[in-house]
Nanobody, 122 residues
Framework: QVQLVESGGGSVQAGDSLRLSCHNSGRAIYSVAWFRQPTGKEREFVGAIRLIGGRIYQPDPMQGRFTISRDSAKNMTYLQMKNLKPEDTAVYYC?????????????????WGQGTQVTVSS
């Protein structure tokens, strides 16, 4: 079994920065992804990191303001967000897979955290 616990969410002002953390425990995992889900909308892929080798995959709209990193010694994966905008308001989830392939589809990730709310006010 794999356990994922997110932390670091909160309410901030537009232009602020925030760092989310995801701690993994249990079975070994190969990749960790971040998704977000605004109220009433579908879950959106923010990016992912392959734990061996550290390759990061992010769609173009998520590059620049969102940075994924990993501290394997602590079993922690981070999502650094800067210059936050009201449209970044969402529940942010980390997800994990045992597969080597990193992708954007929700179905690729069998393990999910409980989510952490990020609210950005203008």
């Amino acid at each position: 079994q794999v356990q994922l616990v997110e932390s670091g969410g909160g309410s901030v002002q537009a232009g602020d920065s925030l760092r989310l953390s995801c701690h993994n425990s249990g079975r070994a995992i190969y990749s960790v992804a971040w998704f977000r889900q605004p109220t009433g909308k579908e879950r959106e892929f923010v990016g992912a990191i392959r734990l061996i080798g550290g390759r990061i995959y992010q769609p173009d709209p998520m590059q620049g303001r969102f940075t994924i990193s990993r501290d394997s010694a602590k079993n922690m994966t981070y999502l650094q967000m800067k210059n936050l905008k009201p449209e970044d308001t969402a529940v942010y989830y980390c997800a994990a897979t045992h597969d080597a392939f990193v992708g954007a589809a929700v179905i690729m990730y069998p393990h999910w955290g409980q989510g952490t709310q990020v609210t950005v006010s203008s």
